[in-house]
Each structure stands twice: as C-alpha cells, then as structure tokens.
C-alpha cells in the first residue's frame, strides 16, 4: 500500500507568534493607516477561526495563519485563498509547486496585484503571477485580498481587479525551531502507467528571540520539495527555498526598522496540456486513465544528437523553400520532441525593508524600500538549422521566418545540411527596484490624512538563447543563456532580443474621517507610467513575430522584407488621475460600506512590441490603456462569534484586452474586447459556536457582458484565401470581418462558486473539511463551448502528541485534497472565437506531517 510511504516529521514554534494588530493592507504605511482609523474594538475586528472581514469600505477578505497552518505544508498561497469569495484557482497539481490559473471577480492574474510585504510580485513585462514560486506559507502572518481594487499606495500597473497582499510574520521574541517535513502520494483512479509519485518536503525555521535586549530578533528558514510529475513518466519538481528577516524595535510605540530576504528555485516541466474538447470528451466518457501517460523515455539515437541528414545529391527540389534553402523533410529525430520535455526553471530573490517612524506625536513616516531578482525561462524544443537562408543572394544567420540558422556544422559531420534537436525557451532576466513611503498625519482621533509616494523600476531582458540536445533528448543546462550556440557569424541566435525599462512614479493622498458612526475615505492615485522599449530584431507582423540577426548587412534582408519594421527604441507614457473613495456606516454590530475606484491597466510587454510593427507605417502606434470604473455596496457583521460580508459590485471595463497562451506554439496571442460590463455577488460567514468549532460558508456570482462583436481580420489578406470561412466568403475577399462576441460573456472564468468548511476539536484530536463548488465556464468569447462544473472536498485532520520543547506542541496533520479524485478541465486562459489548451485536474493526494511545537 502506498500509506507504507506516508513517513514525516515537523517541527513548528508557536514562538514564531505573529504581531497582533490587524494587517489588512499591503504596505506597511496602508496598515498603519487602515488600523489606526477604521478599528474601532477590539471584538470588531478579531478573526473567527482564521478568517476575518475587515471593517472598510471595499470588500475585503483576510485569512491568518489560523487557516493557513491547516492547509497542506508547502501548498501555494494562491490555493489557500481560493477559500474566498470571488477567488478561482485551479492547481495544476496537488502540491502547488509547477502553477496554476487564477482569477478575482473573472479577472485572469495579470489583473491582479499580488504583493509581499508591498514588493510586487507579478512579472514586470506581462505581468503574470507564478504561482509556484510563493513564498512558504509557514513564514506568513496573514494574506489579504482586495476585490475588485487596489490600495493608493500599490506599485501596479495593471490590477484593475483586486490585490493579494501577503505579510511576513515578525521574528519572536523567543528562541524556537520550526522543522516540517511531509511526505505524501497520489491516489487516483485510472492510473495503469506504473510510475511511482511520492512527495517529499523539508521546512526548518530558527527564531533567534531578543538577541540583544532591546527589541534585536531575527528568523531564517529553508525549505526543499521534490516530487514526481503527477501524469506522466517523466517530468520532475524540485524546488528550494530560503527565507529570512531581522526585526529592531524602536522605543516602545511600535517604531521598528525590519528587513527580510527571500530566494526561491524552481525546476519543473510543462506537463498535462491537451484541447480543451479532447479533456471534455475523456470526462463524458469516463475515462479517467486519459490523465496518464507515457513519453518517449528514456531514449537514445543512434549516433550525434537529434540528426537527420540528406546527402546534397538527393535534395529534392520540393524541399528547397522561395529562396532555395534547404528544407529537411524528416524533422527531429524523436528525442526531446515532446512537450512535457520543455522545462520551466526558475531563479527568483528578493530583499524587502520596513519601517515605521514617530516624527512627532502625530506624524508618522513609514518607508518600505526593495529589489528583487529574476532569471526564468520557458518552452522550447526547436530544430536547429546547420544552413543558412538566402535572401536577395546573400546569405544570412540568424533566426528568420521561424527557422534557426547557424552556418556552420553543428555535429561535426563534416558538412551543414543537419538539423540538430535543441531547445529555444524564451529567457527573462529582471532587475527591479522599488520603494512605497507614506507620511501619515493625524488631525485629531477622529481624522487623519497621509501623503504617499512609490516608485518601481525594472529592467527587463527577453532573449532566447538556444542550446543542443544532448544525445538522450535531454538539455545540457536548463538556462541556455549560460552557454549559447554562436552562429557562423559570431552572435548568439536569440528567437527574440529586446531590452525593456519600466518605470513608475506615483503621488497618492489619501483622507479617512469619522462623523459618530460615519466613516469616510477619500482617496486619490496619480501614476506616471513609462515603458521604455529597445527592440533589437525585425518585426515581422501585427502578431509580434520577428527576424533577428546580427553582424551582418542588412540591405539585402530589408530590400526582400519592405513590410518588416526594423530594430527600434521607443517610449510611450501612460498617466491618469485614479480617484478611489468610500464609506462605512456602523449600527451595532453591523455596518455598511460603499466604494468607488477608477483602475488602470498599462499594456504588457508583449503587446507593446507588437505595436512597434507599425512603427513605420503610421506616427500614432502607441496601444491604448485599459481602464475600470468599479463600484462595491454591501453589508457586514462582526462579533466575537461571527464575521459575514456580502457584496453587490459593477465594473465598466474600457479597452478590455484579453491574452490567451499557447503553449505548443510557446506565443501569447491578444485581443480587444472593447467595452465589457462586469457585475456580480460576493458573500461570506464565518461562524464560530463554540471555542472548539467553525462554521464557514461563501459564494460569489460573476456575470459579464461583451458588448460589442470583435474586428476579426480583413478576409483572405492573411494567407491569400477567405478565411477563416466561417466569417468570410469569395465575395467578401478584402473585407473586415467581425466575431460575434456582443452580448456572450467573457471566457475563462467560472459564472459562479460557492464553498464552505467545517472544523472542530475532539479533545487531542482536530478535524476539518472544505467543500467547493466551481461552475461553468466558457472556452471561448463567442460562448459555442463551455465545460461544466466540479466540486473538490479536502480534509485535514490534526492529532496532537503533547509537549514536544519548552511549552510547545508536537502533532501529526493528515491532508488530502480532491478526496473523490474528481477529473474536470483545469485552468485555461480562453480563447476568443475556437477551441484553446487547458491542463488537466489534479488528482487526488494525501500527506502526513509531524508538527512539532505548533
């Protein structure tokens, strides 16, 4: 039985206690400003079993480590809040170490501001956020979620649809060690592949306490993951993380100067990516083996790395393209072809400051200053060229109308008519730094006004450098930009080559007063957006496909390409006027709140290279921003027993874009939906009966509306015949063609949710179970295909063993997730008018943990 594998061993302090106000916000000057004026008892705001509904006027939602600690050791912070109302996440596999899809009110994660300690954390080009790579949930004191808006001080430019904010837990003030370690398995039906999968994780923590007797205390941890591909007989997690930070207090009204520093690495590989209609067609059938699968490995080749070669006497002339080069018609040799041999890695850090100042009695300064790192890649199995390409008779190297060409003998065969297995993942590296500052003045106990200023700058690197397979298929190092194929003449052949600067200034003041039970917030942002761009290749298309060479010239490549823009430095400015104003009204216990905010969303990376395409053909190629007017009324309750919140809420989105990912053909392909009206129902109750039980229900309803049919192309220009046919006929070449979106809503998003848990203790013995509903969701905008929706039921279950170290506990904690091993579309990014890629469900998992001291 695989239970003979289920051994762990943890140790967890409860001297990592966490600070015991509130920590509702993102920065540690929004903190200090919600607490201070919006609090009003102690009873009002106190969590019941870990959740708690802060008494604001937006809709906001706060777990603690209460929740957090029982949800299975190592899990993605992101899985743990789709305990909220209005959160979708879909895993793509149990333990949360290779990613997931994820969004707040239907919006997709490049909409969603999530922050560490008010560092950014979401991809400074396209803005996406990698859920693998959260930080270990046993470091956390609470994740807060914004619905729908942001705080005046955030550093994004895009999160028109909420924030999650994460906060580190502060050192203790006593000496403790926290060890966790897990093991665990999958346990799912259908699985006839006979690949063992075990989950294996580490976690140890040191508080140091007060070192100096003067408020000096500092933890450090470190954690390693490692575990099988939870489909197939090839792909592997390994991962390795380390966390930290030094805290001094100053004085004793709550000054403290603290620093924390994070480092995570991440190797993984893509894996369970299928037509959404080939996993719909698997379920209705009941066929739950489709989940698992086997790849061609091990595997070996005869003789050099991923050739095939044709003497130069048999070319036949049908393989020569338009301009005479050679075509090898046999493609890849079988190894590393697969997609689940494209790795994902990952190298991310960061070191996060804050602090908190008395200037005077009322005033108070607070600065939160970071950098972080990053070096990742995805994608790419890719045939490497030994020829070269021709173009108005000279002939170049490079990367040129999707081929790889080096010129020179790759394999040392003696000639150049090999194609080589390779990999071309495209390469991020980021430097960013960033600083949020609040100056908060207190008027009187009942008014109070801060002035805000934060900047964030990256500097953002996308290459994609290529290596060459070696002779089992496999990748030689997973960063090919550390040792790249030159080609013949001397530059590395990168798929892309760009160098982006991006850079916010941003003034925000904000103003909270009370009047008896009134409380108002009037609140306004003003961001300076710059987005400097340094396209180093030719672009080739609308698209964003481009040519790129290098030491060569260019005369004979632009003379057989007029319509291809060349290399380019551009900067576009994006600034706007955000006003963000509330109010709650208190009765008793219960109260209610309003609240309006006007978002803006600056277009990623991607999208703006695709515009430098018409850089010569037009002077006004700058795409448009996108913007929300979004509006929140609901009703809140908070006692000592219970915390309940419901929401009504309405955006008008402008502009609306909408990027779905293909990962076959490693691109992001993006769409302007134009205006869409979203509206929706958020609600929550957290009941606690008694001391030793909790009762939690929620649910959310999210509706949308295109309201307008999408420009779909110009019929026939884009491969010389009508198309696509379902839009176009003979008649209609050279015409604009429309997509029937007006009036369907949006893709990729659940219509509607609803979800619970249950917990109590029996004597020594604690035992929990969360249920959640996930509705429908449409594959595409046109609204001709949908999947249905599923339940997943997890149970942990916590049995205390006594005493273990100077007062503190030890115990076992059992975890299993998707406890009926429900098969159901994983996430997917939709698609505008067809059928897209999504993963597959995870299956079912179980793990132990020995806590030692929790």
Avoid at 123 to 141: I, K
Avoid at 179 to 207: K, Q, S, W
Wanted: glycine share 12%.
């Amino acid at each position: 039985m695989k239970f003979k594998y289920l051994l762990a061993a943890s140790v967890v302090s409860t001297a990592s206690a966490m600070v015991a106000a509130p920590a509702a916000a993102q920065s540690t000057g929004s903190v200090e400003f919600e607490d201070d004026v919006i609090v009003v008892s102690g009873a009002r705001n106190q969590d019941v079993g870990g959740i708690e509904v802060p008494d604001t006027p937006k809709a906001k939602q706060e777990l603690n480590e209460e929740i957090i600690r029982r949800q299975r050791p190592g899990q993605t912070v992101n899985d743990i809040v789709n305990l909220v109302p209005g959160v979708s996440f879909q895993n793509n596999d149990p333990w949360g170490s290779s990613g997931g899809s994820f969004t707040i009110r239907g919006f997709n994660d490049s909409r969603i501001s999530q922050t560490l300690d008010g560092l950014p954390l979401n991809d400074s080009g396209n803005y996406a956020l990698y859920t693998n790579q959260q930080v270990d949930p046993e470091v956390l004191e609470s994740v807060n979620v914004n619905l729908g808006v942001t705080d005046v001080d955030s550093p994004t430019a895009s999160a028109v649809g909420g924030t999650i904010n994460i906060r580190t837990r502060e050192p203790a003030d006593e000496f403790g060690v926290t060890m966790t370690l897990t093991a665990g398995d999958t346990f799912p039906e259908g699985d006839n592949i006979g690949v063992d999968r075990l989950y294996g994780r580490g976690f140890v923590m040191i508080d140091t306490g007060d070192i100096t007797g003067m408020g000096t205390k500092a933890f450090a941890s470190a954690s390693y993951t490692t575990y099988a591909n939870p489909f197939n007989n090839y792909g592997e997690v390994e991962k390795q993380q380390y966390n930290g930070r030094i805290w001094q207090d100053i004085g004793s009204n709550g000054d403290f100067v603290a620093v924390a520093g994070h480092y995570n690495e991440n190797r993984n590989n893509f894996f369970g990516s299928f037509f959404v209609t080939d996993i719909i067609d698997a379920i209705e059938a009941g066929n739950d083996s489709f989940r698992f699968y086997n790849i061609n490995y091990p595997c070996t080749v005869d003789s050099v790395p991923g050739v095939f070669e044709t003497p130069a006497d048999l070319v036949n002339p049908a393989n020569l393209d338009d301009e005479g080069d050679y075509i090898d018609p046999d493609g890849v040799n079988g190894c590393g072809a697969e997609f689940e041999r494209r790795y994902n890695p990952s190298n991310t850090g960061n070191i996060r400051g804050a602090s908190r100042f008395t200037l005077t009695p009322d005033l108070i300064l607070t600065i939160d200053p970071s950098y972080q790192y990053v070096k990742a890649n995805g994608g790419g199995n890719e045939e490497l060229l030994e020829g070269t390409r021709t173009y108005n008779g000279q002939q170049y190297t490079g990367f040129l109308r999707g081929g790889y060409y080096f010129g020179r003998d790759l394999n040392g065969d003696g000639d150049m008519l090999d194609e080589i297995s390779g990999f071309d993942p495209s390469q991020t590296r980021t430097h960013r730094f960033g600083v949020i500052s609040n100056l908060a003045y207190e008027i009187n106990a009942d008014h109070r006004v801060r002035l805000s200023y934060t900047y964030d700058d990256a500097n953002h690197r996308q290459t994609g450098q290529t290596s060459i397979a070696r002779i089992d298929g496999e990748i030689v190092d997973v960063f090919p930009v550390n040792d790249p194929v030159i080609t013949a003449d001397g530059f590395e052949l990168n798929k892309r080559n760009r160098q982006s600067y991006a850079t916010l200034h941003q003034v925000s003041g904000e103003y909270r007063g009370r009047f008896g039970n009134l409380t108002t917030v009037l609140g306004l942002r003003a961001p300076f957006f710059k987005r400097e761009l340094n396209q180093l290749c030719y672009t080739t298309s609308a698209s964003g496909f481009v040519d790129c060479f290098a030491n060569q010239d260019a005369a004979a490549y632009e003379a057989a390409n007029p319509n291809a823009a060349p290399p380019i430095s551009v900067t576009y400015k994006y600034d706007k006027l955000l006003p963000n104003v509330g109010a709650v009204y208190e009765f008793g216990d219960a109260s209610v709140f309003a609240n309006y905010a006007k978002g803006l969303s600056v277009p990623g990376t991607d999208e703006l290279y695709d515009s430098l395409f018409f850089s010569n053909k037009t002077d006004d190629f700058q795409p448009d921003s996108e913007t929300t007017d979004s509006f929140d009324l609901g009703f809140r309750f908070q006692n000592g027993r219970v915390q309940a919140q419901i929401a009504g809420w309405y955006t008008k989105y402008s502009n609306r874009r909408a990027v779905a990912y293909d990962p076959i053909l490693d691109e992001s392909i993006a769409r302007n939906l134009g205006q869409v009206d979203k509206y929706g129902i958020d609600g929550s109750v957290a009941f606690q009966p008694t001391n030793n039980t909790l009762l939690y229900v929620f649910g959310s309803i999210n509706e949308s509306e295109i309201k307008n049919d999408v420009l779909g192309g110009v019929c026939g220009l884009d491969d010389g015949e009508p198309d696509p046919s379902e839009y176009c006929t003979l008649a209609t070449v050279g015409e604009q063609y429309f997509i029937p979106t007006g009036g369907k809503n949006e893709s990729g998003t659940p219509l509607w949710s609803v979800g619970g848990r249950a917990q109590g203790s029996f004597g020594p013995v604690e035992l929990g179970v969360q249920i959640k509903h996930t509705g429908k969701r449409w594959v595409n905008d046109t609204n001709t295909l949908s999947v249905g929706g599923y339940t997943l039921v997890d149970l942990d279950a916590r049995v205390r063993l006594g005493e273990y170290f100077n007062g503190r506990d030890a115990a076992l904690q059992f975890n299993v997730t998707n406890l009926f091993d429900e098969f159901y579309v994983g996430g997917f990014g939709g698609d505008l008018d067809g059928v897209g890629f999504a993963q597959l469900s995870p299956p079912r998992a179980a793990s132990v943990s020995l806590i030692l001291g929790y």
